[in-house]
């Protein structure tokens, strides 16, 4: 693994390495500054990246899948990355550093130099694994933890020096289960939810359909919303109705389900109910949302569904006006989910808490 997680930078390449076996955190800190020291004494232009850390909790059976997800993040890679890789009969501490430089520099431009730290660890480091994260990561700037191979101990031991959670929902195979292990995470520290951004250009486009001053009062009489989901991706569909309860104040109950795995219900507002059906979508191949339809009390009727190069979009007004046509480039594809995740944790979203507690009462 550690030679695959040397790539992560665009357009990077390895300029230093350093190993060893039965090793201390202290050792693998002195030996990164050292490494930095070296590279910027080779070149002025390199500079060390100083934005993001970003510490990943993984499988060692499974690291060559996280390594191949982690490069292909592209400009969203974190300054430094520490992943403690994690082996069933592993007792003590072997590490890899290395410093990567871009291969294209210009002369008096600074070329950031970007640090992969891979530790390996056993089960019995997980209970304190922030006394060996703690030295590696750089201080003053924001650190987000990621445990995609569901290691809850090693995370919650870092929750103290973390300050962005990045989990996805979708690997929880109960969706009732991820919204309550989302929310208790929420409850200590701010959660990144991969989950959530794939329902983002499906947000993004019912906002525009009704940003129009004179259509938002139609927002209020929506009737009918359909949403359509991968088989394992009920949860995104959830959250998506969360967010529009909570966008729209309406006071949600739990959905029944039936045996062909559909959920139904209703929402109750201030003028009407609104029907609400999740439904599987045997042909998706990837995780989120396959389409969804939203139909208001005066006759408008909008329709979203995921194809080739975007999102279909079919619209009728009150006038039974029918219009078809395509949003390009409106989903950034399952490739793109993981570098947006690092991304938002330099940011904030204000509207996932929201949406995650109505999607709660639809589950519980």
Sequence with gaps: MAGDLTALAVEAKTDAVWRAQDTTPSAIEAA???LLTEARARSESHVPARSLNMVCIVNREFSGEVANRLRGVGRFSASRTVVCSVSAKRT???????????????AG???????TVVVEVGPQHLDHLETIVDPL???????????????????????????????????????????????GLME??????LAW?????????????????????????????????HPDSAIVGLLFVGWLASRLDWQLSRLSQDSAGRRTGRAHTRRQDVAIRLQSDRTMSVRGLAGMEIETANGRWLRLD??????????????????????????????????????????RDNTYCPALRQACALVT
């Design 92 to 106: 003590t501490l072997d590490a890899t550093a290395s410093i990567a430089v871009p291969t294209r520099t210009r």
């Design 137 to 183: 990561v750089v201080t003053d700037v924001p650190t987000v933890v990621w445990s995609p191979h569901d290691h809850p101990d090693g995370l919650d031991a870092l929750l103290g020096l973390a300050q962005v959670v990045l989990v996805d929902s979708v690997d929880e195979p109960e969706p009732a289960e991820a919204l309550a292990r989302a929310r």
């Design 32 to 34: 990164l500054r050292a």
């Design 197 to 229: 951004l794939r329902t983002t250009p499906w947000r993004e486009r019912i906002a525009a359909t009704f940003d129009p001053e004179k259509l938002r009062p139609d927002l209020r009489l929506i009737s009918n919303l359909v949403v359509r989901h």
């Design 306 to 347: 995921r194809g080739a190069g975007g999102l279909r979009a079919r619209y009728r007004g009150p006038r039974q006006n029918e219009r078809e046509w395509t949003i390009l480039g409106a989903s950034r594809g399952e490739g793109g989910i993981l570098g947006e995740g690092i991304r938002q944790a330099l940011l």
């Design 109 to 115: 431009i600074h070329a950031p130099m970007r640090e």
């Design 188 to 193: 200590r520290s701010y959660v990144v939810d």
